[in-house]
């Protein structure tokens, strides 16, 4: 489990429990509140199961890639393949 601490603006700072650096997580205001993402860190983990990338890369059916965060990268496409 993370460590939180208070932060000075009254924001939330949480401590990596991998590798004790501080984590950030993705945030978006959709006009009747604020939807959160996962707490992540760039060593990898997240406090998400399923986005955490501490065993190595993961990638969902359709060839995305996951980030800590929740994000999913689209599959790389080769310039040959699109002419």
């Known amino acids: ?3 939180l601490w208070p ?3 009254g924001g939330t700072v ?3 429990p991998n590798c004790g650096a501080d984590c950030w997580r993705d945030s978006a205001d959709v006009g009747v509140g604020i939807i959160y993402g996962p707490w992540g860190c760039p060593c990898g ?3 998400s199961a399923e986005y955490n990338l501490l065993d ?3 990638l969902t ?3 995305y890639e996951l980030d800590q965060w929740g ?3 689209p599959p790389q496409v080769l310039e040959s ?3």
């Open 81 to 83: 393949e699109i002419r």
């Open 14 to 16: 949480v401590i990596c």
């Open 7 to 9: 932060a000075a603006l």
């Open 71 to 73: 994000g999913a990268t």
């Open 45 to 47: 983990w997240s406090e």
């Open 56 to 58: 190595g890369p993961k």
């Open 61 to 63: 059916a359709d060839g």
């Open 1 to 3: 489990m993370p460590v």
